[in-house]
Structures are given as C-alpha cells and as structure tokens.
C-alpha cells in the first residue's frame, strides 16, 4: 500500500511533467485526464494508478534518442534496462528491448514507434526523475 502510493503519485507528477514538454508527442499514463483509459481507471483502481509511464518523443532520430539516454543516465538516478516495479527508476526502450523481435510495421501498429519509452518509477524523489528527464530533453532539442 505504501509503495503504491508513493509511486503512484510521483508517477502522476513525472507524467504531468512530460505531458507539458514540447518534446514530446504524447504521453500515456491512466492518471492522466488526457488517457483514453483514464475514466475506467478512477474507477477500478485507489490510492493512484500505479508506477508506469509511457511516452513517446517527437524526436526519431536514433543517435539523437542515444544522446537522451546518455545524458539521462548520467544527470540522474534512473537506470536504463528492461525491467517493471523496481525500487529504482528504470528506462525501457520496447523498439530495441521487449519488442525487437516484431516486424516494424507490427510494432508501430502497437503504438511502439521510434521514440516510445516506457519509464518504471521507483523511490526516487520526483525531481530528480524530473531533472533527469528535463536534461536529456535538452539534449536532444
């Protein structure tokens, strides 16, 4: 119950975050009054809506979402791995992680486009999630 509530809410924050930067397309988070889902989840769930972000950003090109990672990696406290409800915030990139295997065109008719992201949020503080993902925005913009 703890952990739930506590990465639910700074889930909620992190999303919020993203949802207003201009570098990003869009943002997937059944908090958000934006998610399609988002009126069946008040519904069903309580005391928050769980640790998982999505998101994908404007931005394509590969080398450039590298320099986001790096620079994440390296001005804050997520990891960048392929894993769900960890302690610590984790990074996932599905294009070349869980969903390598499917054929480009399968993949993207998921929603799993060049710059989809999955962020799994720990115990950090969500600042300095925050500030991570602000600086490696920067970077790439």
Do not use: C
């Amino acid at each position: 119950e703890l952990r739930w509530k506590r990465v639910s809410e700074t889930a909620l924050t992190v999303a919020t975050f993203l949802e207003k930067n201009r570098a990003i397309e869009k943002v997937l988070y059944p908090g958000l009054p934006s998610h399609p889902g988002h009126a069946i989840a008040k519904k069903q769930t309580q005391g928050g809506y769980g640790a998982i972000v999505s998101f994908v950003i404007k931005q394509k090109n590969t080398k450039k979402l590298k320099r986001f990672v790096d620079t994440l990696r390296t001005n804050s406290p997520i990891v960048y791995g392929e894993s769900l409800a960890s302690p610590e915030t984790i990074l996932a990139y599905p294009p070349l992680m869980s969903h390598k295997s499917l054929p480009d065109d399968v993949r993207e008719s998921l929603g799993i486009t060049d710059g989809f992201f999955r962020l799994s949020v720990g115990f950090e503080d969500a600042e300095d999630i925050i500030h991570g993902l602000r600086e490696g925005l920067a970077a790439i913009s």
